[in-house]
T-cell receptor, first 110, second 114 residues
């Protein structure tokens, strides 16, 4: 089945710093989402981005489907950005289920 | 509008007990998914419904796990004879259509089997 790898696994930033999180996947996908799992466990939708580029405030994401990767950019990080960031992909064959990466655990220090 | 809701939020069960976890998807959403998230891991797929039809149950770990969505809205995940390895957070997600639509997740039910 499709493999999803995220990097880095852990990241510590000072407030105000910028960061780039990466998601590599091993096969063609028709769906891709980025989520932020907050300390209470809620998965918050950040972007639905099977291809192209999107921006929402301090966050932006780019997916290059032909090269099988996606990037999530966080600018001017805040302590509330802390948590785990997951990339999830759905393959082009059969099921609509998501395969999640192992996540990037982000801690932003004040 | 209201998001995906799940109940109970926390459940403690003694090993061997049966449990039922409920998911209320966003109104009108066709697709419903259940995922299991172990501590420190990403969510893993359990099963998928399109309306009332269970089209994929390939992720259910054993025949002790059973899910239903009889009227195409609310879904229940049932675990019979719970084991300690069933301890996890169970997440429900729904999406508006089938393919090519984002999934929205509920807050999860944290199951602890003692």
């Amino acid at each position: 089945g499709i493999q999803v790898e995220q990097s880095p696994p852990d990241l510590i930033l000072q407030e105000g710093a910028n960061s780039t999180l990466r998601c590599n996947f091993s096969d063609s996908v028709n769906n891709l989402q980025w989520f932020h799992q907050n300390p209470w466990g809620q998965l918050i939708n950040l972007f639905y981005i099977p291809s192209g580029t999107k921006q929402n405030g301090r966050l932006s994401a780019t997916t290059v489907a032909t090269e099988r990767y996606s990037l999530l950019y966080i600018s001017s990080s805040q302590t509330t950005d802390s948590g785990v960031y997951f990339c999830a992909v759905g393959s082009t064959s059969g099921t609509y289920k998501y395969i999640f990466g192992t996540g990037t655990r982000l801690k932003v220090l004040a | 509008g209201a998001g995906v809701s799940q109940s109970p939020r926390y459940k403690v069960a003694k090993r061997g007990q049966d449990v039922a976890l409920r998911c209320d998807p966003i109104s009108g959403h066709v697709s419903l998914f259940w995922y299991q998230q172990a501590l420190g891991q990403g969510p893993e797929f359990l099963t998928y419904f399109q309306n009332e039809a269970q089209l994929d149950k390939s992720g259910l770990p054993s025949d002790r796990f059973f899910a239903e969505r009889p009227e195409g809205s609310v879904s229940t995940l049932k675990i019979q004879r719970t084991q300690q390895e069933d301890s996890a957070v169970y997440l429900c997600a729904s999406s508006r259509e089938t393919a090519y639509y984002e999934q929205y997740f509920g807050p999860g039910t944290r199951l602890t089997v003692t």
